[in-house]
Structures are given as structure tokens and as C-alpha cells.
């Protein structure tokens, strides 16, 4: 163990990878103590225990081991090794088993028992069959057992304790999003997919299928595109109600990456439109189907707002006045209406009153235009509630 680590105990770690969240080092409570010993080690420094059952074979319940933990996420294929010797007069534990766990209660044994022969340290790297854990940390235990004797000097000396393994390619994720959103029925908005690439390695291969919800379909002009490179297949036919994004040619995209693809799409149908994609997926990393492997959009098309206007007085004489109020009503009940425009030009022989007596109102917000002796009126900016 490296001196810059320190002499407390459990020791600290010499050494973590940057994506390694956790390492840890633990003492079952079955040990009497533990130190860092400065004049033994391979090359120097080691962590000496003692307290090891005498008995000749192994119950787990006496809680005499050692424990190693790492964080696993972005790993496979872990491996486990430590350098160990028993104390100069041979009366530490002569026998040690492995443990493994991938939660830090339940541990399964694997590999042989490692016979401790002799005061030259030894190291120890048995094959780890898994499993491991890929969403948090992976549990490594030494116990040791068949000691010459309980005394203080019956000690185990360990050293160079390392976990390894092969880092692990993510699959990529995706998100959607329509730009324009509402839209009114028949319109056209673009849909946007967003690609990222949250790995330390470029991945290859990456595609993904959208089925498109029902009311919707690609725009007469889909104007699609992408920002991935490797030139992906990517080219969504008018009216078509399936994407395909890198089916035959997939998109490659280097580490920590991200880039879109987008399409134009029309709502044919009134009301809120929900998408789900299919899920994403890359050679080196697979298929995502976890919550971000998926990408879920709802676009929203919406009826227009109906007009109709009445006269206060009708008929009246040549040069009377009548009051003409304009009603508009939006027909959609759950989404309000913005920017609503009305604009009314008047017959020939109809013009505003003058003075305009009573004063133009207006319970639609926006701004109403309408002179006096002008022949229309018209309404912009305006918004109506559902």
C-alpha cells in the first residue's frame, strides 16, 4: 500500500477511476484489530489483521474477513487480486475463502480455497464468475480461517488489493420534442429527435423507429435532416406514418456527443397526439430500454375559433345607428387560444358611426381597430380561454 495512502484503517484507496463513484475497505467485526503495517508490504506497507478463527474450517458467522467494495455501473468482466502472507512465525490464518455480493448482505462464495503458505507474499487473482453488480457497488470479501493460534501475533498481512474490469459502452439515449406546438388542424410541425452519446468511447450504429400516433403523418414537404454523423439513413417519405432513423446505415457519434434528427409532420385530427419512439440502440452499447431509451412527445392540434356577429337594431333607417357586436368562441375545451385575429370589412353603404357613441369594447384582449366613419373593424392579438 502506497505510504501517501496513510496509515489509518480500513485503508484508502491508492487509486480510482474517474467514472468509479465509490471504493471502500471494511473489517468484519469477528477481527480484534487492524493496523497498517510500515516495515511489511509488497513492496512496502500492508494492512495486518489478526483474530482469525483456529478452527479448520470456515463459518461465515464468525465474521473474520475483509472487505473490498467498488462501484460497478460502468463495468463487466470484474476481476479481484490481492498480494497476501501470514505473520514470521506461520500462526495466521493458513486458509482464506472468497465472498462475493452485489447488495453487501447476501455473499456467495466462488473460487478455491487459497492456501497462505509461507512469510513471502503471494498474490491471488482466482477468476471472478460474477455476478456484478451494474447499477451500484460490487461487494468483494476475504475470510480467513485455520489459524496456528488466537494470540496477537497470529497475523495476515495483504497487500496490492485491486478490482478491475472492463469498462462497459452505455447505449445511447434520445428525447423529442414537436417545435411548434400547438398547431392547428392540418398544420405542420417539425419533430425533433435528440441523439447523446453519454459514454467515454464513440459508438456506431446508432438507429432507432418512431411510429407516428394516428391523426398524424409526415408533411407533404418532410424537410428532414440530421446532424449525426456517419451518414445515416434517414429519409421519411411524404404521408408516411413510420420512421425509420439509421436502418440500413447507422449514425456514429463520438464520446459525449449529441446531435438531431427532425422531420416535418401534420395533425389531421383534432386533439393532443402522443408519440412514443421505439427504443435506441448502438452496436457497442446495444439496445436502451431503459426510461431514456425512449423518446415521448405529444403534439397538440387544435380546431379554430368560430365568429359570428349580431346588429342591435336591424332594420334601421338610413342614418341610424345599430350596435354590431362580433362573438368569437373557441371550440377546443381544454387548450386556450392565443393570437386570434378577426378582420371585417364592411358592404358598401356601411361605415362606423361619428362619433363612436358608446366606445368600441373589447373583451378578447388584443388590440381592436375601428374608426369612426370607416367601413371595418378588425381584432389582433388576441386570446379566448378554453
Not at 57 to 81: C, I, K, P, Q, R
Not at 116 to 140: E, R
Request: aromatic letters at 6%; hydrophobic letters at 40%.
Amino acid at each position: 500500500m502506497p505510504p501517501a495512502a496513510g496509515l489509518g484503517v480500513p485503508p484508502l484507496f491508492s487509486f480510482k477511476a474517474a467514472d468509479v463513484a465509490a471504493a471502500t475497505a471494511a473489517s468484519g467485526a469477528g477481527l480484534d484489530a487492524s493496523t497498517i503495517n510500515a516495515s511489511i508490504g509488497n513492496p512496502v506497507n500492508s494492512w495486518a489483521t489478526h483474530g482469525y478463527s483456529n478452527a479448520a474450517t470456515l463459518t461465515v458467522a464468525n465474521n473474520d474477513y475483509l472487505e473490498f467494495s467498488a462501484t460497478t455501473t460502468n463495468y463487466n468482466s470484474l476481476t479481484f487480486s490481492f498480494d497476501a502472507r501470514r505473520d514470521a512465525t506461520l500462526n495466521g490464518p493458513a486458509s482464506l475463502a472468497l465472498y462475493s455480493s452485489t447488495d453487501g448482505v447476501t455473499f456467495t462464495p466462488y473460487g478455491a480455497v487459497i492456501a497462505v503458505g509461507g512469510v513471502s507474499f503471494a498474490t491471488n487473482n482466482q477468476a471472478f464468475p460474477g455476478p456484478s453488480n451494474a447499477s451500484g457497488l460490487t461487494y468483494f470479501r476475504i475470510y480467513g480461517y485455520n489459524a496456528a493460534n488466537l494470540a496477537g501475533t497470529a497475523l495476515l498481512f495483504v497487500d496490492n488489493i485491486t478490482i478491475g474490469g472492463c469498462q462497459t459502452t452505455p447505449p445511447p439515449t434520445i428525447t423529442k420534442t414537436f417545435l411548434a406546438n400547438p398547431v392547428a388542424v392540418n398544420g405542420t410541425s417539425t419533430l425533433q429527435f435528440t441523439i447523446t452519446n453519454p459514454g467515454t468511447t464513440a459508438v456506431t450504429g446508432v438507429k432507432f423507429t418512431d411510429t407516428l400516433p394516428a391523426g398524424t403523418q409526415v408533411a407533404a414537404a418532410p424537410s428532414a435532416a440530421t446532424t449525426c454523423a456517419g451518414s445515416p439513413t434517414w429519409a421519411p417519405a411524404p404521408a408516411a406514418t413510420t420512421l425509420n432513423f439509421g436502418q440500413v446505415t447507422g449514425a456514429t457519434m463520438a464520446a459525449g456527443a449529441s446531435c438531431t434528427v427532425s422531420v416535418n409532420v401534420v395533425a389531421t385530427t383534432v386533439g393532443p397526439h402522443t408519440n412514443v419512439s421505439g427504443f435506441v440502440s448502438s452496436i457497442e452499447g446495444g439496445t436502451n430500454t431503459g426510461a431514456t431509451g425512449s423518446a415521448v412527445g405529444t403534439l397538440t392540434a387544435l380546431q379554430p375559433p368560430s365568429v359570428t356577429k349580431t346588429f342591435s337594431a336591424s332594420p334601421i333607417l338610413t342614418g341610424a345607428t345599430s350596435l354590431l357586436t362580433v362573438t368569437i368562441q373557441n371550440p377546443n375545451p381544454g387548450d386556450a387560444l392565443s393570437s386570434v385575429a378577426v378582420a371585417d370589412a364592411y358592404p358598401a353603404g356601411l361605415v362606423n358611426a361619428n362619433p363612436l357613441v358608446p366606445a368600441v369594447t373589447n373583451t378578447c384582449g388584443g388590440a381592436v381597430i375601428a374608426v369612426a366613419s370607416g367601413n371595418g373593424m378588425s381584432l389582433s392579438g388576441g386570446s379566448i380561454a378554453a
